[in-house]
């Protein structure tokens, strides 16, 4: 079992980046793929972006690719999310997940997929 804690949320303007990051406690972090979801008011959780357990596979969402860019430390347990170019629509609580079930070059799109959930981390871009 693994515990998640997701930081690094906070009020942005639009343009502006933010780096989110996600500790996980145990030993065997390396052993999962990890996973960025969102969640804005009014709307399901959707995925952002994932990581494989290595680190050299990563998947995101067509609405954040080429601003977005995810990233872990095995060594430290973290995995990150960096959010480049804000916009309002990026505006939700944002969840990291782990999926400990995926093989090392791989890591999955969809919430059911991922065990593990963090508590949340408010992200808010204005205008």
């Known amino acids: 079992q693994v515990q998640l804690v997701e930081s690094g949320g906070g009020l942005v303007q639009a343009g502006g980046s933010l780096r989110l990051s996600c500790a996980a406690s145990g030993r065997t972090f390396s052993t999962y793929a990890m996973g960025w979801f969102r969640q804005a008011p009014g709307k399901e959780r959707e995925f952002v972006a994932a990581i494989g357990r290595s680190g050299t596979y990563t998947t995101y969402a067509l609405s954040v690719e080429g601003r977005f860019t995810a990233s872990r430390d095995n060594a430290k347990n973290t995995v990150y999310l960096q959010m480049n170019s804000l916009k309002p629509e990026d505006t939700a609580v944002y969840y990291c997940?782990?999926?400990?079930?995926?093989?090392?070059?791989?890591?999955?799109?969809?919430?059911?997929?991922?065990?593990?959930w963090g508590q949340g981390t408010q992200v808010t871009v204005s205008l």
């Open positions: 997940a782990a999926d400990p079930r995926t093989g090392i070059y791989y890591a999955r799109q969809r919430a059911n997929e991922y065990d593990y």
